[in-house]
């Protein structure tokens, strides 16, 4: 190669891997921030902030959603398959809320550890079957949460 | 006819499947037609740019 | 032999008149490619045992989204060509490939948007997957904003090179940012290496798509490319042969 040309070639390399590392860098320093959300252990080990919003992510447990007669209240329990947290939430559930589904939920730790959610979010897997396959495949359909 | 009302609707979800592919639609179509338009005035100025020159040069 | 090839696709006029008997093809085999996964994708494939007919928005997001950091990618190879090499069709390459792939991330931020409110129950949300995404539409609109506010376009094209390169550490962020940060948005379907997550029926109008989708970008970037050219080198000889020839 052309020395002038093999001079271009390195200074870019140089260029490109120096802008790396110190993004690299920048994302480990900022690791904490980048979390969306904490886990349920996360959050009875104490590491969620404790007076102000932050996000939770788990499963719905089998079993555990209680709906108001009344009102749109519904509690519901998540975990992480280590720990478990009760939820209270008042509005709208997404499409895809059922149990056994992974969500997320922005809200506060109230006194009694019970997580008082604002907004619930379905996090859906990466996986995309027809129902026939989903049903052979978990002989028992996930039921679904009629609103 | 129902069978063509039942894809129409997408099982309740018609207004975000079918928003989806018209935007599609709208920009590959702007993609594709924009830099054809744009060709038709090129080659009008560039004739345009030849002639000058050969009148120049007589 | 490679290298030869490059360096004769580098003359304008050999590659305006191989882009010219290229394009035909591409467009039939483009035509084709949508025409068969959208039938397999809109008609042919089943609903979802969980988001049902939604999921079919994938075939307008997935591939929009891949083709947001391809593109990309090939900007950044292009960059690297044109300050190497200074080869002025890598410039041209370059440049024209910026408003396309703007268009493609523009769609998939929207149509995943689309898709997020029915099923996550939002529009946004500003994890990690969403928000470099987003910043990878700024870095495109950054470039076409670089690029045409230098007036001389040999120095704006090494300009853009530049920032091209610098960001494309965004994209492997994109990529793996599912994997390294707990994210709204689920891991990667497709690429992952373990078992196939996604029902054949489903998966094959999405590949259909994907080709669409790259055949849909040559064309765009040829047509963008050949009129660039044409502008760049209208008082050369062969832009001068090539009207008369025209009879015009």
């Known amino acids: 190669m052309h020395p002038l040309r093999k001079r271009r070639l390195i200074l870019i390399l140089v260029m490109v891997s120096g802008i790396a590392v110190a993004t690299g860098f920048a994302l480990v320093a900022f690791n904490q921030n980048l979390m969306f959300f904490f886990t349920p252990s996360d959050v009875k080990a104490g590491k969620a902030p404790s007076n102000r919003l932050f996000r939770m992510g788990g499963m719905v447990v089998d079993g555990s959603v209680k709906k108001s007669d009344t009102s749109t209240e519904v509690w519901f329990d998540i975990t992480d398959n280590e720990k478990t947290v009760t939820v209270k939430y008042n509005g709208i559930l997404p499409d895809l809320f059922r149990e056994g589904q992974g969500i997320i939920t922005k809200g ?39 609103e | 006819m129902e069978a063509f009302l039942k894809f129409i609707d997408m099982g309740g979800y018609a207004g975000y499947v079918w928003s989806s592919y018209g935007l599609a639609l709208l920009v590959f179509g702007l993609s594709i037609i924009l830099p054809l338009k744009e060709k038709r005035q090129l080659e009008k100025r560039i ?12 | 032999m490679i290298m030869r090839f490059i360096y004769q696709l580098g003359s304008p006029p050999y590659f305006y008149a191989l882009s010219g008997r290229l394009l035909p093809w591409l467009s039939g085999l483009c035509f084709i490619l949508f025409a068969a996964g959208l039938y397999g994708g809109l008609v042919l494939a089943p609903a979802d045992y969980q988001q049902g007919d939604s999921f079919r928005i994938i075939y307008i997001h997935v591939p929009a989204a891949w083709m947001s950091l391809f593109v990309y990618m090939i900007m950044a190879f292009s960059g690297a060509m044109a300050l190497i090499w200074r080869i002025k069709i890598a410039e041209i390459i370059l440049i024209n ?15 995943g948007s689309i898709w997020g409110k029915p099923m996550w129950g939002t529009w946004w949300v500003w994890d990690a997957r969403l928000t470099s995404e987003l910043l990878l539409l700024f870095l495109y609109l950054g470039i076409i904003a670089l690029y045409s506010a230098i007036d001389d376009k040999r120095k704006a094209a090494r300009a853009v090179a530049i920032l091209a390169l610098v960001g494309v550490v965004n994209i492997p962020i994109i990529h793996y940012s599912v994997e390294w940060w707990s994210t709204l948005h689920q891991g990667p379907t497709v690429t992952k290496f373990d078992k196939p997550s996604i029902d054949t029926r ?27 050219l044409l502008w760049r080198e209208r008082r050369s000889q062969w832009v001068a042969t090539l009207f008369s020839k025209e009879g015009a």
């Open chain 1, 108 to 146: 506060k730790l109230n006194e009694k550890g019970e997580f008082i959610a604002e907004e619930v979010l379905a996090k859906h897997d990466e996986n995309y079957m027809p129902p026939e396959v989903a049903a052979t495949m978990k002989k028992k359909k996930p039921a679904y949460i009629k």
């Open chain 2, 47 to 58: 004739r345009r740019i030849i002639q000058n020159e050969k009148s120049v040069s007589k």
């Open chain 3, 97 to 111: 490939s910026a408003h396309i792939g703007a268009v493609f991330t523009f769609l998939a931020l929207v149509t």
């Open chain 3, 202 to 228: 489903m998966l094959i109008p999405l590949l259909l798509m994907a080709f669409a989708y790259k055949f849909l970008y040559a064309i765009v970037v040829l047509l963008r490319a050949r009129n660039d």
